[in-house]
C-alpha cells in the first residue's frame, strides 16, 4: 500500500491507525507522519469526550443530549479522511494544531 491509502486508513477506527502505522512505518512519509499524528489525537479526544459524556448524562439525565456531540466528531472524521485522500497537510479543524507536535514515536515530517 502507499503512504497516501495508508493515511485514510489511519481515520478508520484505532485498528486501522494500528495498520497504518505498523505497515508503513519503514517507509512513512511527511503526508504519513502528520495524517497518523492527526487521526491518533482525534481518536484519543473522541474517546476522552465519549467517556465524559457518558459520565455526565447518567449522573444527570436530562444532559443526555449531549451525546449529539459525537456527530461532530464523525464529520471531523470525514474531513480528516478527505484531506488524507487529497494529500494536504491541514489539521483537523478544532483540534488539529493540538497534535501537530504531539506523538514524537511516529517520526518527525
Do not use: C
Amino acid at each position: 500500500m502507499d503512504n497516501k491509502t495508508l493515511s485514510i486508513i489511519s481515520y478508520i477506527t484505532l485498528i486501522g491507525w494500528l495498520v497504518a502505522y505498523f505497515t508503513g512505518k519503514d517507509k512513512a512519509d511527511a503526508l504519513l507522519k502528520y495524517h497518523l499524528r492527526q487521526s491518533l489525537g482525534l481518536a484519543i479526544v473522541s474517546i476522552i469526550f465519549n467517556i465524559a459524556f457518558t459520565i455526565i448524562a447518567s449522573i444527570v439525565p436530562s444532559l443526555s443530549f449531549l451525546g449529539f456531540v459525537g456527530y461532530a466528531f464523525i464529520i471531523l472524521w470525514i474531513i480528516g479522511i478527505i484531506n488524507a485522500a487529497n494529500g494536504a497537510l491541514k489539521p483537523i479543524p478544532l483540534i488539529g494544531k493540538m497534535f501537530e507536535d504531539k506523538s514524537s514515536f511516529v517520526g518527525k515530517y
